[in-house]
């Protein structure tokens, strides 16, 4: 009678595993998208048109950034920072606003939008790999590495970009919330 008992017990468990491992190829288990709408840095080596460069982004909150490129030699230390989708540029001592229809096109400006709104979307969707799963918002492909909320690589239709660091600087709070400093 024992037996009988925990061959049952086997035997449900095993249908158990059996059912969850049937829903989770059917998606029906897929964690949600990472968080990532929080203060982050990262540099990404960006590919477009043959060309490619590389630049540090920090994300200091919801649409503010600061990006600097930093490779090829040629366009080392211009800054660009965005404020709400408003740019200004800045190369040492000289600053300038961006106000050309054009620079909304522009590698660093694409990057930017589609990361805003992809950490945003809720509706985005996930799909795995074996070694990596990937989040589409839009025109916009994340990937990332399984078990990891950081980015490696993103992709959209006119550019390439390989995130090699990746780190959370700290948190954004919703607009309007008290945060005390030190009493």
Known sequence: MKFSKVILKCLAALLCAVSLA?????G???PSVPNLNKQLALT??????????TADFARSNIGKWQVTLTEPYEVQGISFTCDQGSFSASLGDLTADVLTADFAASPPALIISAFENAVKDSAAAVSYQKETYTV????????FRQGSPAPIAMELPTLKVEITDFRITGEIFPEGADVVVGE
């Open 136 to 143: 589409q918002s839009g025109d916009c492909t994340l990937t």
């Open 22 to 26: 049937s829903c989770s190829g059917n």
């Open 28 to 30: 029906l288990l897929s």
């Open 44 to 53: 990404a080596r960006i590919t477009t048109d043959g060309s490619s460069f």
